[in-house]
């Protein structure tokens, strides 16, 4: 499940692995959204668009309970719901806060304590694969954000990242950046892309985690230029460090 790229692929991928592994025709995938489930991936061949809320059945009771609910007599447990044609006894697993992963069968007491724990590993792997899939929505979401604030910007401004703890890169730089720098250092590390000290000792690892201004005098294309130079630390959900830089001239500090 690590290569999967999607929801969808999680949920074929967990299905199959349940219904070639222990043999049992119906197998159902149930996310949650908002106060309801809804079934993402399944082997049921009728009503796959029916929804239970959270308060409801034996999947509601091993999302609210967060324990794996093995039931051999489906009609006679205490949140039984409806008749379900084909259905007698279901293994019912917690996939964290996303949903539950359920497997039924047409016999009475069809699955044993070793069933059940094959089901909680595959949706361990399933848990993780789904959360690797929310951090990676999350961060293009922050990085979008950060993109139209970049543009936004007016005065030169840079953005510096690293993702496993390795020097940072300077990553982007705005248009005002451009005009007045160039962006052949795109690309390159902190220690490459910067030409004055005091550039490489602001964006590099060992950075301060908040926010300085430093004075520097740096080559343009318009000339020497005697600028201020703001680091800003930008924490953002799987990137293990982050910064924007930003330009000005003319800057009297109090």
């Known amino acids: 499940m690590t290569g999967c790229q999607s929801i969808e692929e999680v949920s074929d991928t967990v299905v199959s692995a349940v219904t070639n592994a222990l043999g049992h025709g119906r197998c159902v995938l149930a996310l949650r959204e908002g106060d309801e489930f809804y079934p993402y991936g399944h082997t049921l061949s009728d009503e796959p668009e029916i929804r239970l809320s959270v308060e409801e059945g034996v999947v509601g009771r091993t999302y609210r309970t ?46 044993d304590r070793q069933d059940a724990e094959f089901v909680e590993i595959v949706a361990s792997h399933a848990k993780e694969a789904l959360a690797r899939l929310q951090r990676e929505a999350d961060l293009r979401v922050e990085r979008d954000r950060l993109h139209y604030f970049f543009e936004g910007i007016k005065s030169p401004a840079v953005y510096v990242e690293s993702t496993d703890g390795s020097e940072p890169v300077l990553t982007e730089v705005n248009t005002a950046y451009e005009a007045l720098f160039g962006t052949d250092a795109v690309g390159r590390p902190v220690s490459e892309a910067f030409p004055t000290e005091s550039e490489r000792e602001l964006f590099g690892l060992e950075a301060p985690d908040e926010v300085v201004h430093r004075r520097i005098t740096r080559e343009s294309s318009e000339g020497p230029k005697d600028l201020v ?25 109090p």
């Open 66 to 111: 967060g324990e794996t609910q093995i039931v051999d007599d489906y009609a006679t447990d205490p949140d039984f719901t409806r008749d379900i044609d084909g259905l007698r006894s279901v293994v019912s697993v917690p996939v964290g806060e996303a949903g539950v992963l359920q497997v039924s069968s047409n016999r009475e007491a069809a699955f």
């Open 229 to 253: 130079i703001g680091m800003v630390p930008v924490p953002i959900t799987g990137v293990e460090r982050s910064a924007f830089g930003l330009y000005a001239a003319d800057v009297v500090f």
